[in-house]
């Protein structure tokens, strides 16, 4: 275990003065991701602070918002009556996620910022873009069972690992940040980034800034959701695929719909033209198929990944009758 030191700040301003003081420094919460990079040697900050009495876990509405604190547990959101009212595809990809003991523990921000799964990333000993930039990726042309079918690039191929995030950029949701001029808004869709030239960049948030919130929009998709999540075990396992699927319907009418992948990208997938062909048909399985066709359109397989290109219009086709009830 590498050393470092520790703090604990008891406000956003702290926070943030914290990290102005220390480049080298993490926000440490849950720690369910953060400590095993560290413990690896994967990830070895100077400084750790701990952001745990900082007040963010509150989670309310107002002015047709549900602002969602950045320390809010993943557990507790999950069974928030307001997101179960309101946002039950949230609850439900949350649900999905990680083990019960991790989501007692993990938060929003947390979940948000935590690292892919890419074994390449966790092993010390092989090459890895991201954990050192240009020492070679492992993964594209070794294990890459679990990787990227969209977006990739010839430096990173890895998957984003969250559910959360998935339903979140669905549901059209933005990030609060803190930093030293002020707030500012993120659409959730450009929080995570492609790994293009820079794969060990996971995001666009700036080392000297802090999650404080994520906000969602009122919306009327709360009566036709489904998250389908595929993996190797029932429990505790990231996704190969897994897609959140939202609908607006009238009668058998599909008026809107909201659409996103996980486990295939390094960044949560928005499927907006497969989205965008939904609108105004009837929901059948013919109309779903067509519309996962759609989806799948440039998607790019690997050695061993080629399974994802199958499953993928399969799972999006399962995830849309469920949300429409057909099933
Ligand atoms: Fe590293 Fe990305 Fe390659 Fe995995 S896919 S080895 S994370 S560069």
């Known amino acids: 275990m590498i050393q470092f030191q520790f703090e604990r700040t008891a406000t956003t301003k702290a926070t943030l003065t914290a990290l102005a003081n220390n480049s080298n420094a993490k926000i440490i919460a ?62 439900k990809a949350l649900n999905a996620g990680a083990s019960a003991q991790i989501r007692n523990m993990a938060t929003v921000g947390g979940n948000m910022m935590q690292r892919t799964r890419c074994s390449y990333f966790y092993d010390t000993a092989l090459p890895c873009n991201k954990r050192q930039p240009n020492s070679g990726c492992g993964a594209l042309e070794g294990a890459n069972r679990m990787h990227a079918i969209f977006g990739a690039s010839n430096q990173c191929i890895a998957v984003h690992p969250s559910d959360m995030c998935v339903a979140l950029v669905a549901l059209d949701a933005s990030v609060i940040v803190a930093g030293p001029k002020g707030e500012r808004r993120i659409p959730f869709g450009e929080f995570h ?131 429409a009830g057909l099933v």
């Open 193 to 323: 980034r492609l790994p293009g030239e820079h794969p060990e960049k996971d995001n666009t948030l700036q080392n000297n800034e802090l999650i404080i919130a994520v906000e969602i929009p009122d919306n009327s998709f709360n009566k036709n959701t489904h998250y389908f999540k595929v993996r190797d075990r029932a429990s505790y396992a990231f996704a190969l695929v897994s897609v959140a699927a939202a609908l607006q319907m009238e009668g058998n009418v599909i008026k809107e719909a909201r659409l996103a992948m996980g486990g295939v990208a390094h960044k949560p997938w928005r499927l907006t033209e497969a989205e965008k062909s939904l609108a105004g048909k009837s929901a059948t399985e013919e109309t779903f198929r067509q519309a996962a066709e759609i989806a799948m359109q440039g998607a790019k397989a690997y050695k061993h990944n080629a399974f994802k290109l199958k499953m993928g219009p399969n799972v999006i086709v399962e995830a849309l009758k469920n949300a």
């Open 30 to 91: 849950g720690g369910t991701n953060l400590v095993d990079l560290m413990k690896r040697n994967v990830m070895a900050p100077t400084r750790l602070i701990d952001i745990n009495t900082v007040p963010l876990k509150n989670i309310e509405y107002k002015n047709g918002m549900t602002r969602i604190g950045a320390l809010a547990l993943n557990s507790q959101v999950a069974d928030d009556k307001l997101i179960l009212e309101k946002h039950p595809l949230l609850s």
